[in-house]
């Protein structure tokens, strides 16, 4: 289970015509689990947001394509209220490289 809280910043340029920019500021969270299903395969689910609105949501699952150096995801999320949109499928990857030191 994974946690984190952080706070982003942002400036909002389209309001530049009437006041010159605005900055946007906003706590923001997620919490993440990961559950292994088989020895290469990890079910994983995620929901994040900021400050108080409808949280977001990403579900998929991690294959080890070179156990411990290459993974692979596959996930779909959107958001937790049904009438917005944004909804898709996601594929990523990560790299770990060999320790230096």
């Not at 609105?53 to 959107?78: H, I, K, N, Y």
Request: glycine share 14%.
């Amino acid at each position: 289970l994974h946690a984190n809280a952080g706070w982003a910043a942002e400036v909002d340029h389209a309001g530049a015509g009437d006041g010159g920019p605005r900055p946007r500021h906003a706590f923001t969270w997620a919490a993440r689990t990961d559950v292994a299903l088989a020895s290469r395969f990890t079910a994983i689910g995620e929901l994040y947001g900021e400050n108080r609105d409808r949280p977001e949501f990403q579900v998929g699952l991690r294959t080890a394509v070179m156990p411990e150096r290459f993974l692979v995801d596959v996930s779909w999320g959107g958001h937790t209220a049904a009438e917005a949109s944004g909804a898709g499928w996601v594929v990523g990857g990560a790299w770990t490289p060999p320790a230096i030191f």
